[in-house]
Nanobody
Framework: QVQLVQSGGGLVQAGGSLSVSCAASGRTFSSYGVGWFRQAPGKEREFVVGISGSGGATSYADSVKGRFTVSRDNAKNMVYLQMNGLKPEDTAVYYC????????????????WGQGTQVTVSS
């Protein structure tokens, strides 16, 4: 299991950009798939994007495809979520999560979670 610490996020106007970072502990981070999830008030947590341990495979939710980009630097034990073209409906608390093996879109399959980062997009 790894420990995850998030940073970034904040407040931006519609059309703007933000990034969120996820720092992981542990020496075998490259064997962990990482998912980004978000949860808006009154809504269920939803899958945003996943990235494989090597970074060679990714999968995006349709709602963010073409606007969000996930990447990772295993030498630094970091995963990044770059969010461009933000919309008010992207407003949520964003979480990174890690699991041994490949990423999954089901949040119940992850056993390590970051603390969450607020992203607010004003119209």
């Amino acid at each position: 299991q790894v420990q995850l610490v998030q940073s970034g996020g904040g407040l931006v106007q519609a059309g703007g950009s933000l990034s969120v970072s996820c720092a992981a502990s542990g020496r075998t981070f490259s064997s962990y798939g990482v998912g980004w999830f978000r949860q808006a008030p009154g809504k269920e947590r939803e899958f945003v994007v996943g990235i494989s341990g090597s970074g060679g495979a990714t999968s995006y939710a349709d709602s963010v495809k073409g606007r969000f980009t996930v990447s990772r630097d295993n030498a630094k034990n970091m995963v990044y979520l770059q969010m461009n073209g933000l919309k008010p409906e992207d407003t949520a608390v964003y979480y990174c999560a890690a699991r041994s093996g490949g990423f999954r879109s089901d949040s119940r399959l992850y056993d390590s979670w970051g603390q969450g980062t607020q992203v607010t997009v004003s119209s």
